[in-house]
Nanobody, 118 residues
Framework: QVQLVESGGGLVQAGGSLRLSCAAS????????MGWYRQAPGKQREMVAT???????HYAGSVKGRFTISRDGARNTVHLQMNSLEPEDTAVYYC????????????WGQGTQVTVSS
């Protein structure tokens, strides 16, 4: 049972910044893709940002230019730098790690609350 451990969530005022981090609990096979998803009350979970092992990144249009995703050399740790936060960014943020090669897996973190006050 692999656990994705998240940190960095909290309460900030509009215009502020937060940095989320997520790391696998043990020595897992390197994920092909790691990313961040979020779910606001009453809304569907949406992709925020993903990072593939080859270095390509993908961002939701609503966060592009404000958020930056990055991975460490081991590719089992992922960060999300969130700048210029808006109240609309308030949500539970979930870390995801996915691998398609053997052994394949798709793991989710427990979620961390991000609240942006206005």
């Amino acid at each position: 049972q692999v656990q994705l451990v998240e940190s960095g969530g909290g309460l900030v005022q509009a215009g502020g910044s937060l940095r989320l981090s997520c790391a696998a609990s043990g020595s897992i096979f390197s994920p092909n893709t790691m990313g961040w998803y979020r779910q606001a009350p009453g809304k569907q979970r949406e992709m925020v940002a993903t990072s593939a092992s080859g270095g390509s990144t993908h961002y939701a249009g609503s966060v592009k230019g404000r958020f930056t995703i990055s991975r460490d050399g081991a590719r089992n740790t992922v960060h999300l730098q969130m700048n210029s936060l808006e109240p609309e960014d308030t949500a539970v943020y979930y870390c995801n790690a996915r691998r398609t090669g053997a052994p394949s897996y798709n793991y989710w973190g427990q979620g961390t609350q991000v609240t942006v006050s206005s």
